[in-house]
């Protein structure tokens, strides 16, 4: 059976993983599954996670994966572990299907409400043959997702697998009127975007007199746009994926403001 | 009415944007076109656009859309007015539909001859719910754009538009024999883009004794190929979108001239 | 007679190229391409081969070609003598078609055993016309692989082509019991790729004490994962890709380890 067939669209694959784009490792993974499935549409989520970043794999996928249509799969290829014994799974969640290692990149999605159906990836009849030590995407992780859109029940890839690896959140800590955030990484324009969620520290912060200082600058309130901020002036704000983040008008916070990932900021409340 | 029962090929909704390829900002924006209209086709023109800098989306927009079939869409999002009363636009030129930000991004198709159709995008039922105040990507642009490739008619979206912002080409100044060019861009190779274009100054570059200095090096005449020159020799030549551009064979002109983008260049032209 | 037909699926172009992401380049030859054939499928291998680098492109196109189906168009544009006398080819072996210069990108797939049939590419028809001196990617190679897509015969494209500029693997070097081996390149985690293969090394190496030393730091067995040595402890082992690699788990070995592509490294080996 085909999956084409029930949809009358492609069967769509996301990939999410630290390889970058410069050598042959996501060429051929794409080219695994076209040869399995050649109906399906490979997407690329990204493959810049900076490298084993299992927290950032997970946020962008958690970030992504719900504005794809029911019955996607997407593979995840962060996985420091390869080789190892740490397990490959599948997870079902919300009529979409997660592929990938049994590291914490699946966090997020395993932490939503639902029902969740999980399998360990064992039968070898779906992996390429010899199995490398060091590149399951190729060999395990990219034959699996393919066959999974093929239409090939989840069951047939393993039995059923419980007690996941899990991450969380790096919470952000609320000290009587001081919040202190950490910078989780710069995204392309520089803006720093911090673990400071808007679900938890929304209602404090917006609309509220805040200071966060730094060496030459300090911001003294929350932003709406970007816009909104004169020139190279650095400005707080909810960013798209609500988070705060530490951004600067037509500049680039990350490189002008002295502060990097894996830095703390501290923001002074005034409730 | 699907647009594919028009034409019998998916529809073609091409990327241009400046938020890089390394978080979630693409894939996101994918994953709302491919919910909408899983038949779409997303083809990324690249998303290395440098940050806000809508001369270069200009260029690259008008350097591409016209080698792809009639009907393409091409969504372009260099928006560093998003949230604020900045227009959402949808073009229609040639057969090609444009959709993004009334900010100069399209001011060349906009100069270009022949009929426009133009829409303000208003109408709400189109977009994401919520919208955020900081990714029209996603939220607006991406489902208008999906909603296009269904063959939603473009006045559904909102009412006729008009004078849009425009941005005029930076053009190379000539002064008796002495011209004054800006190097707008490198490209990956390192070859430095100028602003000197052939439309206007071929006739008088080709052919004729020319004379570029600088810290150590000099240029005297105009090259057809790359490989005319000897290895590591600075030439320039007009490139394939028939702009001037110093570069230099199996070398990097960015890295080793001392010159860079935003600096002006003199040539000295003798007829 | 349109290539689906035959096939049921899209015809898959792969597109491997030195031109970066960052311009106007690849989003043309996309254009070009959907324009002549709506129906293919253009897959990105990578465009960040290094500017000029023809043993890397080769070694890429080796590595992942054969694991697309039968019948895929793999154009390959790493193209320093663009717009010279160098000849353009088309390449069928295994049911692949490779279309490319021929400056020696083929080498690896020509190397193989097995029927060759190539084509010299004069046929103008099939060209963007005028065909540019410094960009053909887009205007003669990615019209002729759309064609080609599009059932086109090979012969139809000009005449049978022989005495192919060829590139040599650069092989490592044993010495009694000293192996000297190269440093090709680092790939996205900073791992050393060197030109000793498993095919010639592997049985010499696997299992038997070995010594790599550098500044502050000695290898003295080969791994078979990542995982298994200490963090930022670095390791030697036999990549995906079947070469030596020098790896750091959780590091870059490329930051951390003082060695960098084109350098040579000395393997002592004890049998």
Not at 120 to 133: A, D, G
Not at 148 to 177: C, H, I, Q, Y
Not at 220 to 241: D, K, V
Request: hydrophobic share 40%.
């Amino acid at each position: 059976m085909v999956h084409t067939s029930k949809t009358g669209f492609p069967p769509t694959i996301t990939l999410t993983t630290d390889f970058g784009l410069q050598g042959e490792y996501v060429g051929a993974m794409k080219g695994v599954m076209l040869n399995i499935n050649p109906h399906c549409r490979v997407i690329d989520i990204t493959h810049q996670i900076s490298p084993q970043n299992i927290l950032q794999a997970a946020f962008v996928l958690e970030k992504t994966n719900k504005y794809y249509p029911s019955g996607t799969i997407h593979l995840v290829v962060v996985d420091p572990g390869v080789g190892t014994e740490r397990r490959a799974l599948i997870i079902k969640k919300r009529e979409h299907f997660f592929v990938g290692p049994d590291n914490g990149v699946f966090s997020f999605i395993l932490d939503e409400k639902g029902k969740t159906e999980a399998v360990e990836i064992k039968e070898k009849q779906y992996f390429l043959s010899p199995l490398s030590s060091t590149f399951h995407g190729r060999d395990l992780f990219a034959p699996v997702a393919a066959h999974l859109s093929l239409g090939t029940d989840l069951k047939k890839f393993g039995l059923p697998a419980k007690d996941f690896v899990r991450m969380e959140w790096p919470r952000a800590e609320l000290k009587e009127n001081r919040l202190a955030g950490k910078i989780l990484w710069a995204d392309s324009f520089g803006n720093l975007i911090t673990n400071i969620t808007r679900e938890e520290y929304g209602s404090l912060l917006e609309g509220n007199p805040i200071l966060i200082k730094g060496a030459g600058w300090k911001i003294q309130h929350l932003a709406r746009t970007y816009a909104e901020a004169r020139p190279r002036e650095p400005i707080a704000l909810f960013g798209s994926s609500d988070l705060l983040e530490i951004a600067m008008n037509q500049g680039n916070a990350y490189q002008r403001l002295g502060i990097k990932p894996g830095e703390i900021i501290h923001i002074e409340v005034q409730e």
